[in-house]
């Protein structure tokens, strides 16, 4: 249990020291948002079996974790384009004049880059797949 905490603490780190870094070069900065999107979406893809699944263990199918990583990492790369995107719009220095222009895409935006990084957007995708068995 403590090496998962560890390894949850490190990836997490990893990640928010990428995006500050990207936050704070003005060219290339997306670079930095992409490794920490594929960074957190690998940790979750890893460790998705842990988190979701009421024992706690993780499945040894191959094929189930190839699809499990590569659908995190595609979705964790999804938020990060989109707080770079959002970061981007952003006006620092008039953030009043900002709150103004902001509208659904903002929202949108803002969405996509907190499911992605935290690792609910395949779980969210799943759900609306699968939302109609679930309903009947």
Not at 34 to 51: H, P, Q, V
Request: proline share 1%.
């Amino acid at each position: 249990m403590k090496n998962e905490i560890c390894q949850s603490l490190i990836a997490r780190f990893a990640a928010i020291v990428l995006v500050i870094i990207g936050i704070s070069l003005k060219q290339n900065g997306i670079y930095f948002f992409l490794a920490s999107g594929i960074l957190l979406g690998a940790y979750y893809g890893w460790f998705n079996d842990l988190i979701w699944k009421p024992n706690g263990k993780l499945e040894k199918s191959f094929s189930y974790r190839a699809h499990q990583i590569w659908i995190h990492i595609i979705c964790g790369t999804v938020g990060s384009i989109a707080l770079y995107f959002l970061l981007g719009i952003i006006d620092f220095s008039h953030r009043s004049q900002t709150l103004g222009k902001l509208g659904l895409v903002e929202f949108i935006l803002f969405i996509l880059a907190i499911l992605g990084y935290t690792g609910l957007l395949p779980r969210i995708l799943w759900f609306f797949t699968y939302a109609q068995q679930n309903f009947k």
